[in-house]
């Protein structure tokens, strides 16, 4: 959890009021802090002046505007059909191993979470994951493991 | 106009008209399901395809505008192998267990699947890979996912008619689905429990929470006395349940059918609503002494009127700042209530412990308000149960009462007499019209100055209506209000009610009395009143509650000689410290979300 | 059957002097900009192939002060990756394609709707963006470009879905008419092309339509880029010219023992090995937003359509009856055939539903689920069942 404090009026100062700026200040939110509190939507609600079941049903629509818990890292492993066949199951049984987690889970120390998601553009150099913004492609069993070491300071 | 083609017939009709509603008037009848009268168009159910020549696709006729030349088929094989896939598909995702379901032969999927899908079914039941939630948190209503078919009619109510938005579309795919704020219970959200959106459902995904076997045991129940009051806007509208036509008046085969119930005491709310006039006219009349002349900084005006609990909970969330700017004054139903358990129970030498007091309103946030824990001020629960209209007329079947045939019987009293003042409450504007005519003579010691007290400016349909009201010939003791203008603003809806709130907030309406009612129309377009509605629906039943009053030998609640007889027997004066303790509330801050 | 053969272009990704571009357009008419992208033949690449100049000319015809160009840089078609390298490449053609659009339309304002995932590629893009729009300032645009991002969904790569997601609202396709053209963004008139579609109608301009129609065929003009992807040895980014058929494609890219080939991603069309050398890359036959993947004979065609039609379940808007159930069903209909719980005749009444779904669903994303579901059952049912 983090405190919402000024985050959400800094950002409509930013952003705006209307409803075309919703999207950019959740963005700019889960950019910071990878998901969307409960008092996040609130807030952005009160500032945008729209019902916070309208905030939750338009972020719910976006797989990558979390409105549940996630680690300071997102992991997500295209599942698509190149990735799937070029061995996503393999990497993510890596991952799973290596953090002690599965699909969906977050680590204990919320460094990391590990989700599956939809085709992420890198077809040609499957199996490919992002974690955060980051896109890592042609990975391997024995890659990823580093690709992540490098997330865990 | 625009000339088409719909199953080789003719129709001309004006530009903008949809294929839909021209087909309309060719009689030709296209299945709906998202599509609904008060509410935006959606296309998003997608029964109603038709067959458009030269369309790639067959086309939404609810969505689609006519053109000219434009050639239809509604009831081509490639449009009937179309409605029969997508009402199976519905069925697919929905958990029809009809027999048990409170909708039984009056669900609009049901009605399409008894024409479409009959037999075995085509596809796969997919109501077991959905963890589907039944939310019971309200006290007013249900939600059940598992009988949702996502047309998003409530969404569209909610945002649209109430400007609440307690719920909206979640998620996407196969996940999507209709939610409050993350999924919290319904009774922890923004929600009014209006019930508009009950009203709108084409299922049974949302539904009143029924009370009836509580209102059958209590009957049954000889320790018990039982009385019933029904709300003005009931007797307007119950005739639709039991096969009349929108419009017809059935008081007196309401209060015939009550007592075959088995009531023990057949009870008019209308005549707390002609109390409610008098304290709540009272409270406006010192108000504005105090505030104007006395400039006490500490009452607030405009004031709002506080009959709708729908309004009240909606002010309680979105603008608590103006919370003293409500009128003390407690509802029509719970003023009933507190009476019932302590003056009736006294004149009928009951113990209160034993009157079980019941409401017939047209209403789902009644239940709501029934519940609140200030609602106890006779010592017990001052309402047990509400039921709605829509529940009365199943009370009305299960006794195989034939309405039709009933003989027409008045009210019981005490508590039973009322006057057109209390009936008009029933409408929109009727609170305000009913206030008028008894504040005028109070400050003036004449009559209201229109035809018949019939006071035009403050009638009918549209959203925010505006009067003023110049005060002439006053008494000595109202002279302070010698040649003011009364300025007085009336909303139904909530949409409308926060253009109101909204604009007294920003200190850029100047008014003095304010009517909200919750839905639209008022409490005649209330969210327990017969499914389903309409703007022409509602125009009768108002006609019919004018009808009323008009027909009524008192049309002042002032003159109503019961209210007059409780003052001088238990409430002593109007606003009294006694009237304060049992008739008046206070209001609560809630969240924003 | 008649076709050009297999032949590598390069106009997309050719280093042309973009300023000397935009002063051309800048002296051209509005009329004459439309006039040569018309001429062209250009239709639209991001897979549906509206013609691009039918597209500038009825927004142009608008006259609202107020329209929009909206680049749809939503690629979010399984198998595509062609946009992404187009942006990391030559942004400075994509701005350029905008802003001769929005001087042909009379618009003075563009957005470019990038999807989520290629997040990662903003602060370079902003880097060109700042000096495009100052290049265009000095010779006398008075034109301005905006980012908007998406957040992780297919659905929005739909024009009206994408405007509701710009709007800030879920990404749930609107009811058409009205057309973008008369009500798009904000529900100004708004032209709304693809990234590929901007950089190839600036190379129109900057090349004359004439030398653009010498490149493919009479329904499919010119060139296009192809992401090509799965069973082949050399996966990536191809600019081909239009008019060459599956076996040409699959002799070039194949790894020698191809049986299919997805044309257009999960929502495009499965090319059998039996019908390769009759089957046309392009308008005339399968078209293609440009994906292009390829299976050999290692991979199940039951997995390759689960996995297609779980795509489609989960990022199906879910607003409209035929397309959120319909998918649903499909992939359980197809699973309950897969394990023997249900009979394989199961699979008619599939087909059937995906004729439905076709025809009755509001938007392309549910009317194209048919498409790979018809194409892999009929042509690989056996393996589907078995």
């Known amino acids: 959890m983090y405190q919402t404090g000024n985050l959400v009026k800094d950002l409509a100062e930013k952003h705006g009021r209307r409803r075309e700026s919703l999207m950019p200040i959740l963005q700019d939110i889960v950019k910071k802090h990878n998901y969307l509190t409960d008092d996040v939507m609130v807030a952005v609600a009160t500032e945008l002046d729209i019902s916070a079941a309208e905030v939750y049903g338009t972020a719910s629509f976006y797989t990558f505007l979390d409105t549940e818990e996630r680690g300071k890292n997102v992991i997500r492993v295209c599942k698509t059909i190149t990735c799937s066949m070029k061995g996503k199951n393999d990497i993510i049984a890596t991952i799973e191993d290596m953090l002690k987690i599965r699909v969906g889970e977050t680590t204990p120390d919320k460094m990391f979470t590990l989700l599956e998601t939809n085709c992420i553009g890198w077809c040609h150099k499957a199996p490919a994951i992002l974690i955060n913004d980051m896109p890592y492609t042609d990975l391997t069993p024995e890659t990823v493991i580093d690709v992540i070491k490098g997330y865990m300071r | ?593 | ?386």
């Open chain 3, 1 to 386: 059957m008649k076709n050009k053969g297999l032949t590598k272009v390069d106009l997309i990704f050719e280093t042309v002097d973009v300023r000397k571009v935009m002063k051309k357009a800048f002296e051209m008419t509005s009329d004459e900009i439309i006039q040569q992208v018309l001429e062209s033949g250009l239709k639209g690449r991001g897979g549906a192939g509206f013609p691009t100049g039918l597209k500038w000319k009825y927004t142009a015809a608008e006259k609202d002060p107020d329209k929009y160009i909206v680049c749809n840089a939503d690629e979010g078609e399984p198998g595509t990756f062609k946009d992404r390298e187009i942006l990391d490449k030559v942004a400075p053609k994509v701005y350029a394609g905008m802003a001769i659009a929005g001087k042909a339309m009379g618009a003075r304002k563009g957005f470019i709707y990038l999807r989520g995932e290629y997040r990662f590629l903003l602060p370079q893009l902003f880097v060109e963006l700042h000096k495009f729009h100052k290049m265009i300032a000095e010779i006398g645009y008075d034109f301005n470009i905006e980012y908007r991002m998406g957040s992780g969904a297919y659905i929005c790569g739909e024009e009206s879905a994408l405007f509701e997601s710009i709007e800030g609202r879920r990404g749930e396709p609107r009811n058409k008419p009205p057309y973008p053209t008369t009500s798009g963004l904000f529900s100004k008139p708004t032209s709304i092309n693809n990234v590929e579609t901007l950089v190839t109608a600036m190379m129109i301009i900057e090349k004359g339509p004439l030398e653009y129609v010498k490149l493919g065929t009479k329904d499919s003009r010119g060139s296009k880029v192809f992401s090509i992807s799965g069973d082949t040895p050399v996966p990536g980014i191809f600019e081909l010219e239009l008019g060459m058929t599956v076996q040409q494609f699959v002799n070039e890219f194949g790894d020698g023992d191809t049986k299919a080939v997805q044309v257009g991603g999960a929502s495009g069309f499965c090319v059998p090995r039996k019908k390769f050398a009759d089957t046309i890359i392009g308008f005339e036959g399968v078209p293609t937003g440009g994906s292009m993947k390829l299976f050999n004979s290692s991979r199940s065609m039951y997995n390759v359509l689960h996995n297609y039609i779980d795509f489609f379940a989960e990022e199906s808007c879910g607003q409209c009856t035929p397309c959120r159930v319909g998918c649903q069903q499909l992939l359980k209909g197809i699973e309950k055939v897969k394990k023997g719980e249900a009979k394989s005749t199961y699979l008619n009444e599939l087909v059937k539903l995906a004729d439905t779904m076709k025809v009755a669903s509001k938007c392309g994303l549910g009317q194209s689920v048919g498409n790979a579901f018809k194409s892999i059952v009929e042509n690989f049912r056996e393996e589907v069942i078995y």
């Open chain 2, 1 to 593: 106009m625009v000339t088409l083609k719909i199953n080789e017939h003719e129709a001309k009709v004006a530009e903008g008209t949809t294929v839909l509603a021209a087909a309309k008037t060719l009689g030709i009848n296209i299945p709906t399901l998202c599509n609904h009268p008060d509410l935006c168009v959606a296309g998003n159910c997608r029964v109603c395809v038709v067959e458009q020549k030269g369309a790639r696709t067959l086309v939404a006729s609810c969505a689609t505008p006519v053109s000219e030349g434009m050639e239809i088929q509604t009831n081509s094989l490639k449009v009937r192998n179309a409605r029969k896939h997508i009402v199976e598909l519905l069925l697919s995702e929905h958990r029809a267990d009809c027999t048990k379901c409170y909708k039984n032969q009056n669900c609009e999927l049901q009605t399409l699947a008894n024409e479409y899908s009959f037999g075995e079914h085509i596809f796969l039941d997919l109501t077991e890979d959905h963890n589907y939630a039944i939310d019971r948190s309200s006290p007013a209503f249900i939600k059940d996912d598992s009988k949702c078919i996502r047309c998003q009619r409530c969404v569209r109510t909610c945002a649209q008619l109430q400007h609440v938005s307690a719920i909206a579309v979640s998620h996407k795919g196969s996940e999507m689905k209709i939610s409050s704020f993350h999924d919290r219970p319904m009774s922890h959200v923004v929600c009014t429990n209006c019930g508009q959106c009950v009203n709108r459902c084409p299922t049974g995904a949302l539904t009143e929470k029924t009370y009836i076997d509580q209102v059958w045991d209590a009957i049954y129940d000889t320790d018990k006395h039982v009385v019933v009051q029904t709300a003005p806007a009931v007797r307007v509208a119950l005739g639709e349940d039991l096969g009349y036509d929108p419009g017809e008046r059935v008081t007196g085969k309401l209060v015939t059918a009550l007592r075959q119930l088995g009531f023990n005491s057949v009870l008019d709310t209308d005549f707390t609503a002609d109390l409610t006039i008098i304290e709540e006219g009272t409270e406006l009349l010192t108000r504005l002494k105090k505030v104007l002349v006395e400039g006490d900084k500490t009452l607030a005006l405009p004031m709002f009127t506080s009959c709708s609990p729908g309004w009240i909970k909606f002010i309680e969330h979105k603008y608590p700042h103006m919370l003293p700017n409500l009128s003390t004054c407690k509802s029509p139903q719970q003023m009933f209530g507190a009476l019932a358990k302590t003056y009736y129970a006294d004149k009928r030498k009951l113990d209160p412990a034993n009157v079980v007091s019941v409401s017939i309103m047209p209403c789902t946030a009644k239940k709501y308000e029934a519940d609140r824990p200030e609602m106890r001020s006779s010592g017990y629960k001052d309402i047990d149960y509400v039921l709605t209209t829509r529940e009365l007329a199943v009370m009305i079947k299960q006794a195989g009462i034939d309405f039709r045939t009933l003989e027409e019987s008045h009210y019981d009293s005490v508590m039973g007499v009322s006057t057109g003042a209390g009936v008009i409450f029933g409408a929109t504007g009727g609170v305000m019209e009913a206030a008028l005519r008894t504040a005028y003579e109070i400050v003036t010691g004449r009559p209201v100055p229109f035809k018949n007290l019939n006071i035009m400016p403050v009638r009918g349909m549209e959203g925010v209506r505006e009067a003023t009201i110049k005060i002439e010939g006053t008494r000595e003791e109202w002279n302070f209000l010698e040649g003011a203008e009364l300025k007085v603003a009336i909303a139904h809806g909530l949409v409308n009610a926060n253009k109101i709130a909204k604009a007294v907030s920003q200190g850029k309406a100047q008014y003095h009395f304010i009517e909200i009612m919750a839905c639209p129309g008022g409490c005649l377009g209330g969210g327990g009143q017969p499914i389903p509605t309409s703007a022409e629906i509602r125009q009768k039943r108002m006609e019919a509650i004018y009808a009323e009053d008009m027909h009524m030998d008192l049309r002042k609640s002032h003159d109503n000689p019961e209210v007059t007889a409780i003052y001088q027997e238990f409430l002593e004066e109007p606003n009294s410290h006694k009237a304060h303790e049992l008739l008046h509330t206070h209001y609560t801050e809630r969240e924003s979300y």
